[in-house]
């Protein structure tokens, strides 16, 4: 009779330990383990085990958290599941590896583009089983940024990089020939489960010539933002916020509930603020049972909001002339999706000042250097201090390998339209507006308190003379 060895091991023995029962026939056990090295750990479940354990297979390169595992074996009660994960996982890792190193001078072109596809594929695999939200190509490397930090994934052959490049470039409607000018383009990949991919190539300075008196500017930067289409948007209650900064949003005197105005999402690349615009849009929409006209303009559209007339914006259709036609649209509320020169920056405050509620994203560190930048590009603080009626500051901070959203709601005061053309200094305008900082209460209380005794998280309005991060690490 076969034994059930596994309900000997309990779930926070194999999380602590990095081991979990893969398989078992008769008396025969495969075990999976994080560190096959640690020897104690392997002679201690042989000898638990009375010595059937047939094989021990260590989980290497793996990009699927041990938790993960531990959570399909005992949570979902399903070893066959854990056993389709182990080895999808490592016919990925295998197929990037073959898939980068197969490269031959007496290829054919149909060959060449099978392997390039076939590298893509792998390399998009691998960036969506480490939930990667963005892969680096550049330098003949391609890097993950996986918890707002770059992780190395693999070398490329010069030539090979070239390829996935072109390759690149195709699917997402680029001109393969141009290789000095930048490009943007974007592209959806997969069938069951796709995800939407943004583009952008630069050129790069390369290897010196043959010659050696001159450097090589064929080389190309490619950066690829991913967005799981399946998942978004996602509602405003599921980002992190906590109750009171929700009801300074949400309530019926909240940010969203406005009649006209400009409120501003800020924080740096990679801290969700265009997730955070679309989640207050679908809830927008929600308590408004589809009464309100909304239009975005974005460049491009990352998300799919429904209920939400969405416009690209390119060299074709800039914003100004595309807001120049949407007020034809009778719209109620409009999102610009980021402002970024003086032309957005214009068209954002232009449809404040015409009895519309505006909401925009803006790449700064806290209310105040939204104030100056704005002021930066061209836009009247005296006219934006009429018309400015909140900002949002976001940062997400990696604690524990989870990433956690600490965020700053600042609000102006009565006199902030008054007395904010006299701020000579950022600590003058952060006291004219009140606060609502949320510190991470999205993590267990326990996990939180032990981070802010180890490394103190600072409010984000506190940071603004150095432009610095909450705290070191933080994306």
Request: glycine share 6%.
């Amino acid at each position: 009779m076969e034994k059930k060895y596994e309900f000997t091991l309990t779930p926070a023995y194999c999380l602590y330990n990095g081991a979990a029962v893969l398989e078992q026939n008769g008396a025969s056990i495969k075990f999976i383990v994080e560190n096959k090295k640690d020897v104690v750990l392997c002679g201690r479940l042989t000898r638990a085990f009375e010595n059937h354990v047939a094989n021990i297979r260590r989980l290497k390169d793996c990009p699927e958290p041990f938790q993960r595992l531990i959570e399909i074996a005992f949570v979902n009660g399903s070893r066959s599941q854990l056993r389709k994960c182990v080895a999808s996982l490592y016919m990925v890792h295998e197929n990037l590896k073959d898939a980068a190193t197969n490269h031959k001078k007496d290829m054919t072109e149909n060959q060449r583009e099978a392997a390039a596809v076939l590298l893509l594929d792998s390399i998009l695999n691998e960036a969506r089983l480490r939930k990667a939200t963005d892969i680096h190509i550049e330098k003949n490397c391609v890097r993950l940024r996986v918890n707002g930090r770059l992780e190395k994934l693999l070398e490329l052959q010069r030539e090979k990089c070239f390829e996935l490049i072109q390759r690149i470039k195709v699917l997402a409607g680029m001109n393969v020939i141009e290789n000095r000018r930048p490009q943007d383009g974007q592209f959806v990949y997969g069938n069951t489960n796709p995800f939407f991919l943004r583009v952008s190539t630069m050129a790069v300075v390369g290897p010196a010539s043959s010659t050696g008196s001159e450097k090589y500017f064929g080389d190309e930067s490619v950066v690829m933002r991913l967005l799981d289409t399946s998942r978004i948007p996602l509602a405003l209650g599921e980002l992190g916020f906590n109750q009171l900064q929700y009801e300074k949003l949400c309530s019926d005197d909240g940010l969203i509930n406005l009649a006209n105005g400009l409120v501003l999402v800020c924080g740096p690349t990679g801290a969700g603020k265009s997730t955070t615009v679309a989640a207050l849009l679908v809830e927008l929409e929600k308590r408004n049972s589809g009464t309100l006209k909304i239009i975005s303009l974005e460049d491009p559209p990352e998300y799919v909001i429904p209920g939400v007339t969405q416009i690209k914006v390119d060299e074709k259709n800039s914003f100004s002339d595309a807001l120049n036609h949407i007020f034809r649209q009778d719209p109620d509320v409009i999102m610009i999706g980021e402002i970024r020169d003086e032309e957005s920056a214009a068209v954002a405050l232009r449809a404040s000042l015409t009895g519309h509620l505006v909401f925009a994203t803006l790449h700064c560190g806290s209310a105040a250097e939204s104030v100056l930048r704005l002021e930066n590009l061209g836009v009247e603080r005296k006219l934006l201090s009429q018309f400015l009626r909140g900002v949002l500051c976001q940062q997400l901070n990696n604690v524990g390998g989870k990433m956690c959203l600490i965020a700053d709601l600042a609000i102006p005061k009565n006199q902030f339209s008054e007395k904010s053309g006299a701020a000579q200094s950022a600590d003058e305008l952060e006291n004219l507006m009140e606060h609502y900082t949320n510190y991470g209460e999205a993590l267990n209380e326990s996990v939180m308190a032990l981070q802010k005794k180890r490394n103190p998280v600072i409010p984000l309005y506190k940071t603004r003379r150095d432009d610095e991060r909450i705290h070191k690490g933080v994306v």
